[in-house]
């Protein structure tokens, strides 16, 4: 189902009740672009710690727009052994929600853009109807907006701000403004003189209005009630009517429904994150990292610098995770599957040993032809990549005794793969580990290597010719760390190197050591 | 005419011949976004300088993407005394050329974006079919490219860079592509043996192919001709063809023609800007500032840092432009035109003493319907550019004696509004002067005022009540200038704050100084 601004609310019941009756939820997000760095490469050394890993991710990837989310819902129906889902594609855009909202800046990568646009993805329902969105931070200062704004029309006012002028009445008017204040002023006098019910004032500035609320209120603590309407040109204005206790209180209460309506409104797609949130369900992604970095950043708060700060945050909004990919790449999947892309897992788990999982699509729900692929839609992937969980997860099944055909999201069968992020292109490291500590893979067969920025990945082959099988990762133009298969061979390389003019080896500890020392420094300066 | 990818080609001639017919120019842009900078206000001070203005709109301007560019050509019939227009929209968009040309990344705006889409601008045409460009060095960066990769396929090299393994001959084969490089010479061997006329290898490493290449043109100088070519899969793979000395030139010219038509493709869009430039035809649009700077910025070259630079490099690009913002509001104009955003001008040169121009559209092209207004499609926008600098140098012909109905691009009457960008909200410099030094306006009735950053617009007026009118323009939270109205009054003002503690007032030129100061401090570091 196609979810934008436009269905939005209608849709929303339908989400929820989804996410409220589904076993597990697969998500899947497309972004404006992914890496902001020199190039991808560059950024996923195959060496990297987690703490750089996400600091890199951080810094290079989050200011892209995540505008489109993939949410499948699983629903296992227990009497007919299939699971039932419901697929959702929402749209998202950050539409300026009114003059004083933020107005979000997001980077676009032409090949990312590219590559979804040779999949037929449609910008225009992204751009022209996209849901709104609000992080929580963003969310609480609207809503103080409303409060202070609100206050302020009660006459309760808002004394914390130091200015020449904060003192009441109408001595704080400035000279410019009196005549016109005493205007309305007299407007309002004669409105109690007449039958009129309402007087509109001509559309004014916002510092003009100001001074009239805080003048009426002032002057007339009851009996008036005051709103600030738009034109059609969109200029606003002030009406003032008379109104006695009861309607003042009535009228009150309407504008406050209107706008709780209105921040929900701004809220917009963030209120389906706080439900899959609240479930506290089992979401499955497939290399999901970037995905839950961004859903983090775009609707709860902004990434904070530490990884462990990160983690904490990620339990908080995602309680379980579960990553198709790095389940494929460990045992005992990794023996039985090559190649890890969603697509080809896909292909892989069609065949034995592994059974495709009985899936129908709940009615009213338009259903995916997986024999037509349509991979790389949002909601396509996070189906898909829920029929790999549940034929993974099954195939866990095999292994019991009796053996079980269904293993359900909750098992203590695929605990061992919950919160266990893959992390790409890192060599020794398999996962970021969302509810603990990161494995700390020992290194001392790792050189770290500093040339010309003429040299090729050949010149690093020949220079460490006598060694044997190396493996060679880059970090820079002029540097690259380069593995060793044996640890005593680092000392020999170490020592040959003591007298060469143009490269300079260093062993792996020494690297992180003058790292750290950098870095020290630089928090000192 | 729509223009993107899919036509480009095909219409080029159209476009070439149309700018070489016509008598001037309009152009206009659309951008993802406007400003990068806090918010627009602040990047556009009412007392900024020429050179501070440019460096605002370079830093904080430049990376949001000019995808639309209109273009619209007039041709005077002088036998019907009439314009033929010509109306282009092309839609623009980097496509990545190849896998190793540049990936770029670009700024949207919310507002920006959600404005057009409320114009009904076509994002997907923008995404899907945009036409690529390169930028000047861009072009020449990629036929280096080519021409290398033709002297290496040539057996010519390039020895120019330094490696261990840059001696040429099967000594730099490193070890472990020994092997590999043997088995393909006894192929290519064995195809001198057969029939055969050609041997695809198996899809390898570009470093392999490298090898490949060097190996056979060192064995086997004459007698081959070596080409990549991609598979299905788009891997990469080499034949090898038998050939006899004519064959072999024949296909290396065929090669290179396809090379230059590749070349040309990815050129794309700049050519068109190319042919405007070398027309030498006057360039009207409106408030155009920005749509100049990022049509030199995208299809010529990075802007430089200095102002004058930039002027040197604009009259390069565009010799001769007008802007119709700044004829608007300048003698005669300022006195008859009120409002001079382009919709509101159009408007009021409909009506005496102006005359709406005759203007007719040229066979073949889509006529626009002016009461349907779709202004913002940057082909419409710069068509009522064009209109309204028709009819207002028409105007000036009604000053002459005989008076003349029709004043043709090239007339003296229009030299005084030439080469003059209109300059956003600057209080006192109407407009950039692109050949020639800009107006030096004296600012000695300016203060220069620091404050706390609860302060208001009010508090300013209320600190300077003495004084009469004046007028704020803000820098930031706790700095704005004020203009008073009386140079004379700027001393008073600054002794009554000599024992003022919330607050500091420095003269204009004190503040320039200062600035003036803080640079060169930084520039010394
Ligand atoms: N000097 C030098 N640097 C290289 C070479 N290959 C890679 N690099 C550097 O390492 C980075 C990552 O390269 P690599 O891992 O091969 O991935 P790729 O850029 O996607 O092909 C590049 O951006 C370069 O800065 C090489 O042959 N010579
Ligand atoms: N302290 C303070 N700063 C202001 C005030 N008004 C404007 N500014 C600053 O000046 C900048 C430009 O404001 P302005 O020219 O009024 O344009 P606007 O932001 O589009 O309404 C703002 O971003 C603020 O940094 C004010 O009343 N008090």
């Known amino acids: 189902m196609e979810v934008t601004r436009t269905n939005f609310k209608d849709s929303l019941s339908t989400v929820y009740s989804a996410i409220d009756e589904a076993d597990f939820l697969a998500i899947d997000g497309e ?5 902001d760095g020199p190039n991808v490469s560059a950024l996923t050394n195959g060496l990297d710690t987690p703490e750089e890993r996400y600091m890199k991710l951080k810094k290079h990837s989050m200011d892209f727009l995540l505008f489109q989310f993939g949410l499948c819902t699983f629903t296992y129906d227990q ?3 299939k699971y039932v889902i419901k697929t959702f594609n929402f749209y998202i855009f950050p539409k300026p929600f009114n003059r004083t909202s933020p107005d979000i800046k997001f980077i676009c990568q032409s090949s990312s853009i590219d590559f979804l646009a040779s999949q037929g993805f449609d910008f225009n329902k992204v751009f022209r109807h996209g849901i709104p969105y609000l992080n929580q931070e963003e969310e609480v200062q609207l809503r103080e907006q409303y409060e202070e704004r609100r206050s302020q029309s009660n006459g309760s006012g808002n004394p914390s701000y130091i200015s020449p002028n904060s003192n009441k009445g109408p001595g704080s008017i400035p000279e410019e403004h009196r005549e016109y204040i005493g205007r309305v002023i007299e407007k309002v006098e004669s409105l109690f003189t007449t039958s009129e019910k309402t007087v509109d004032l001509e559309p004014c500035t916002g510092f003009q209005r100001k001074l009239i609320y805080q003048t009426l209120n002032w002057k007339f603590p009851k009996g008036l009630h005051v709103e600030t309407l738009e ?7 002030i009406q003032i009517s008379k109104v006695d206790d009861e309607e003042r209180k009535r009228r009150e209460r309407q504008k406050q429904e209107r706008e709780q309506e209105e921040l929900n409104d701004a809220v917009g797609f ?3 994150i706080h439900a899959i ?3 506290g369900k089992l979401v499955v992604g497939h290399n999901m990292l970037l995905d839950v970095m961004h859903t983090i950043h775009q609707f709860y708060c902004v990434l904070p610098e530490d990884l462990n700060d990160f983690k904490e945050v990620t339990q908080c909004v995602f309680p379980r995770l579960l990553d198709t990919k790095l389940m494929a790449t460990t045992q005992p999947f990794k023996e039985l599957i090559n190649i890890t892309s969603l697509a080809e897992l896909q292909k892989q788990l069609k065949e034995s040993p592994f059974k495709p999982p009985k899936v129908v699509t709940a009615e009213d729900f338009p259903s995916y032809d997986t024999a037509q692929e349509q991979l790389h839609e949002a909601g396509y992937d996070a189906y898909i990549t829920g029929l790999c969980f549940i034929a993974m997860a099954n195939y866990l099944g095999t292994f019991l005794t009796p053996p079980k055909a269904h293993i359900p999201s909750r098992s203590k069968l695929i605990e061992p793969f919950v919160n266990k992020l893959f992390l790409m292109r890192i060599i020794d490291i398999p996962y970021l580990n969302i509810s603990g500590p990161d494995l700390q893979p020992k290194r001392d067969h790792v050189l770290y290597v500093t040339f010309p920025k003429e040299w090729k990945t050949s010149d690093l082959y020949q220079l460490f010719s006598a060694f044997g099988n190396i493996q060679v990762s880059w970090i820079d133009d002029t540097s690259a760390f380069v593995s060793l298969s044996q640890t005593e061979q680092v ?6 190197s003591r007298y060469a003019e143009s490269y300079r080896i260093q062993t792996y500890a020494e690297y992180v050591q ?6 020290e420094s630089q928090g000192h300066t």
Chains 1, 2 share one sequence.
């Open 270 to 272: 963030s209120r389906v």
């Open 231 to 237: 034109t059609e040109k969109k200029e606003r204005y």
């Open 491 to 496: 000392q020999i390389a170490i020592n040959t």
């Open 31 to 35: 972004f404006s672009g992914i890496s």
């Open 79 to 81: 009497a007919e052994s």
């Open 514 to 519: 003058g790292r750290q020392q950098v870095r």
């Open 277 to 279: 949130s609240k479930s």
